[in-house]
């Protein structure tokens, strides 16, 4: 084994141009000679010219982690002046940001209601949406709260400004999930919502007036009827709607006349809608 020609003691992965072995691909990796520059540059102050010569000859490098790493303990508990922060500023000035901090940077101004309904058009089925009468220039977008109780809920006519956050995952648990994540305008009504507390289906211990086996038999019938396919686009249905809610009114659950066939996503969007009688909320205040 070879070992690193400047005193570190670690293998040498790599010879420069003057023969000698290095345990980095540039001497100034190497944590021996690295150790002496920052005790030899200590206090020292540098050239404008100097400066640029170094930066120069740093352009294109590939630092290693650990390099990275002794780069920011160096600078832990320092305070930048402000003539340092100016120029921080000034050199960021036109710079092209990553994804992730574009993302960061006025995520709800971003969004309109226009654009919510052509990207998500279920979400848009299932939550009214309007901008800020008092902010019309900000275009801020307003949402009901879920609790009925709520003076901002949909029963008693108000509105509420959702957080980026909790717009965006109501939208994709709707869109993936057709439910969840509901609107509150605050802990108190979410805690006091009789639908978030609701844990268990109401009417699940109820009896029901017929057999799994005859369930099954009505569900094929319909769909045969149908030829398997949504009433609603045509595609292929998989699911029975009926026009009764099966949990108010059980005896009607296996007459035909009061079913059609539909697929997942119909059956949801037009079907089990959020407000509509037979729809998990709807039973969670008939319970309450």
Request: proline share 4%; with cysteine.
């Amino acid at each position: 084994m070879i070992l690193c020609a400047y005193g570190c003691g670690q293998e040498a992965k790599h010879q420069f141009k003057n023969g000698k072995y290095c345990c980095s691909e540039y001497i100034s990796g190497c944590p021996s000679i690295n150790k002496k520059q920052c005790q030899g540059n200590k206090n020292k102050k540098f050239s404008i010219q100097r400066r640029k010569n170094i930066s120069n000859s740093l352009k294109g490098r590939f630092l290693s982690e650990k390099h990275k790493i002794n780069i920011g303990n160096g600078n832990i508990g320092k305070k930048l002046s402000d003539e340092t922060k100016t120029k921080i500023s000034l050199a960021n000035k036109g710079k092209k940001r990553t994804i992730k901090f574009k993302l960061n940077v006025s995520k709800q101004k971003k969004l309109s209601i226009s654009k919510i309904k052509k990207k998500y058009p279920f979400f848009s089925k299932i939550e009214k949406m309007r901008y800020n009468p008092d902010k019309p220039e900000e275009k801020e977008i307003q949402v009901h709260c879920k609790n009925h109780n709520c003076p901002n809920s949909k029963e008693q006519g108000g509105w509420f400004t959702p957080t980026y956050t909790h717009l965006y995952e109501r939208i994709r648990r709707l869109e993936r999930e057709n439910a969840g994540c509901y609107f509150y305008c605050s802990e108190k009504c979410k805690n006091n919502c009789p639908l978030y507390n609701l844990k268990s289906d109401p009417y699940k211990s109820i009896e029901k007036p017929y057999t799994s086996e005859e369930y099954q038999t009505f569900r094929e019938f319909v769909l045969k009827r149908d030829n398997y396919k949504c009433q609603y686009c045509g595609k292929k249905a998989e699911h029975i709607h009926h026009e009764r809610p099966q949990k108010l009114e059980p005896f009607f659950t296996l007459d035909p006349d009061l079913a059609w066939s539909v697929c997942k996503k119909c059956h949801y969007q037009y079907g089990h809608k959020t407000d509509s009688e037979c729809s998990t909320g709807s039973l969670s205040k008939r319970v309450c």
